[in-house]
């Protein structure tokens, strides 16, 4: 079924549990996720990112994944990830999705908080939830993110930003980067508390992909209720299309086939997150 994003989210946070937010780039890649979360009984949040709209048809998008969702065992948020323009949100709002999320984390924090807070407006008169970031997450190796600076998140400044603005959840920059990291991640747990102790809302763990699993399970004591994931699951379609277009039976294999084949190799990747999010709390 197709839920609003914020239901999840706060159900999340009650549980002590996390959502994996999946990218997606098409239906197989919607159909893995929505599988994932359907085989471990949890919820999932399908988020496209804006980078992708010149290539995706967004209403076409909205209405196949839509469909997907509502036909779901289990709950599914539909989510738009990292838009940078005014224009992307409202067209994902008129298109269905139930979140957005507005970066402005590369502008200062007053510009961040006027633009986040316009957009919030905006989305709320649609019943539509917003998540923002301040500080900034970094690019690591494989990813297709922007680059951020890497400014951790400042706890005071996550209150302000939250009050002021009424962003319903927040990505908390706390070291983990978008992609595989390039050496050892160093992950700020204390920030995180810090915080998790000065803002309400459920906070958003960005970079999902390589950070190891006791990590995330830390950060989900901490209050992070949403793990957003890409590059892993990318990398493992490209890995194996990589491998079968050098088999010799690939030139005589069908694209549907292809698809299919794909689709059923990242599944265990997101299955993997999804049953790691599902984690009681640690102590
Ligand atoms: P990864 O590519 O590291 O999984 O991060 C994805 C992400 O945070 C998208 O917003």
Redesign the pocket.
Known sequence: MLIPTKDILLAAQQEKKAVA?F?VYNLETVQAAVQAAEAEERPVII?L?ERYLPAVDLEGFAAMAIAIARKAAIPVALHL??AYEKKSIVQAIRCGFTSVMYDGSKYELDENIARTKEIVELAHMADVSVEAEIGS?SR?AF???EEGDGRLTDPADAKRFVEETGVDFLAAAIG?????YTGEPKIDLELLRQIQSSVQIPLVL?????TPDAIIAQTMERGICKV?????VSLAAVSHLIRFTSSTEAQHTHLSTIMADMQGTILPVMKKFVRLLARQEQT
């Open positions: 937010a990218n988020a990112g990830d990292h997450v690591g990813s297709d993110e983990t980067v978008h992609g595989m960005h970079g999902g992909s390589g957003n994931v890409n590059t892993e």
